[in-house]
């Protein structure tokens, strides 16, 4: 219990530490981008290829992985039904809550809290792949299709005889678009293609020289410090809304994402599949985990509900840092 308490401590000493230098700011206002993308396309990328290429691909595919998936899907319905039925979202910006509301900072706190708390970084693998490979295409495919004329969505009617619904030779030429975009989307995250140039050299037993890995087992020692850091300097950003319009689902997704995607994870987890010590602990700490920065990248980038997508990842990651030491003090 003790190690998992000093896991935690470790993790939130730094994410403080990069929130003091946010407020001050010591690095100027571009430093939280700078850090985040350096973690993104260099560091976790390298810890993870190194991490995967020395376990047994076996351990990827869990129970607690399925017991992650499950409470994910059902947090996700969660999320649409209190954007639908609260404030009467049309389908885009449901696609948003859904994220908000399911959609984990694998990376950014998932690595350092499988690191310090779980104790195997690539216990966090998994939960990686499940997200870009299936969540985030299900919400891109839904946000694309939903897409303005004046952003590459649907147009007016015209000579080529392209009608306002999106049909004819000009609407099947963005649907195809955009579906090649969603197919090639894994191919373009080096978190993936690391991931999975990992698990190749597991799978074919190969073992690299020592001097091959050296450089990247570096890059990959500087990924969860560098990754907490930028953490705080995001939560040293603006402040979420805590009062006003629409501040009632903001706390409705949030406690979807913070107690009950958790609380459907442990009961999957535990009476589903018989999981029990840390198999358990890992499939409810992923599911606890607080709504990933890359949702507030997506609804930005699609103009859908950035101002949700913002403050559900900064509440979240605030309340996750009491839920997650709750979860541990009842598993660890």
Known sequence: MSGVFAGFAAIWAVTALGWLTGRRELFGPRAERVLARLAF?????ALLFTTLARSRPADLLTPALAA???SAVAAALAGVAVARLWRRRPAAESAVAALCASYVNAANL???VAA?????VAAVAPVLLFQVLVAAPLALGVLDSRRPAADGGQAGSGPDGTGPDGTGPAGTGRRWRAARRLALLPTRNPIILASAAGIAVALVGWRPAAG????????GQAAVPVALLALGLALAGAPPHWRGPGSGERYALVAIKAVGQPAV????ARHGFGLAGPALLTAVITAGLPVAQNVFVIATRYERAAALARDTVLLSTVVAAATLAVVAAALG
Request: aromatic share 14%.
């Open 116 to 120: 310090y708390v779980l104790g195997d």
């Open 68 to 70: 992650f998936a499950v």
């Open 212 to 219: 091959l890995l050296r450089p990247v087992e570096l890059l």
């Open 265 to 268: 994870a442990y009961a999957v």
């Open 110 to 112: 998932g690595i350092p």
């Open 41 to 45: 396309f260099l560091l976790t990328p």
